[in-house]
């Protein structure tokens, strides 16, 4: 083994024996960002654990634990400043919620590969058939394709790297924009699970019920009422 090759290794062996997540939740700024993005998850997860109890479709379930798991995985990377697997988990997030949606309905989605196919098939389901469901679609499909552009790397989008952004580290500014990323598409999952089982946040367990809501943004509350009882 070259001397270059072990250095760098003994360098490589020292960051990971130093490796601390404290310095990853030093600042006010970056425990505010997690903050909210835990809000949007935390909603998410009491959404999907009310609807395998009030078993709404079995075949819904998997995908939809898969979404959580997703968006968790999403957050843990965004923590060690791993932003760009971080993304790549909240874009495969989006592609798990609509198969659990569109599955119900059309069971052959789960062999679908084409992204671009599931997003048709979702304009074409029920669940996104009202004005504010398609609005929903659209938003999604905007923010998957701006996830796409920053993890394979337009150039129009990518940021100045050097040999040490191979590792994760702490950036506001990437952190800032992966969380409205997060945020947003969270916010639109929930929005969209709401307007379709308005029976399920009815059902909830009392403390659910108000957590749920609380999780959710006032001017999307105001927007799914107006759409399920005007």
């Known amino acids: 083994m070259s ?11 020292g960051f990971l024996e130093n490796y601390n997540l404290k310095l990853f939740s030093s600042e006010e700024k970056q425990i505010e960002f ?13 959404f999907v654990a009310e609807f395998k109890l009030q078993k709404v479709s079995v075949s819904s379930e998997p995908f939809l634990t898969e979404t959580t798991s997703d968006l968790l995985l999403s957050l843990f990377c965004a923590i060690q400043g791993m932003y760009k697997p971080a993304k790549l988990q909240l ?19 789960v062999e679908e590969k084409s992204v671009y196919e599931i997003f048709n098939a979702a304009k074409d389901d029920r669940h996104f058939s009202t004005q504010l469901g398609t609005k929903r679609i659209v938003d999604l499909q905007n923010d ?24 994760p580290r702490y950036e506001e500014i990437l952190l800032k924009e992966l969380s409205v990323l997060y945020i947003r598409v969270v916010e639109s999952m929930l929005g969209v699970l709401y307007l379709n089982y308005p029976a ?17 943004a006032k001017s999307t509350k105001k927007e799914i009422i107006k759409e399920l009882f005007d």
């Open 34 to 46: 997690y903050k909210a993005m835990h809000k949007k998850l935390y909603g998410l997860l009491i």
């Open 91 to 109: 874009r495969c997030s989006i592609e798990n919620l609509l198969k659990a949606l569109i599955i119900i309905s059309d069971p052959h989605i």
């Open 200 to 216: 399920v946040i009815d059902m909830m367990h009392p403390q659910n019920h108000e957590d749920f809501l609380v999780c959710m």
């Open 144 to 167: 998957y394709a701006t996830l796409c552009r920053t993890v394979h790397g337009d150039p129009t989008v990518m940021h100045p790297i050097s040999a040490l952004q191979f590792l």
């Open 3 to 13: 001397r270059r090759i072990g250095e760098d290794f003994a360098a490589f062996s």
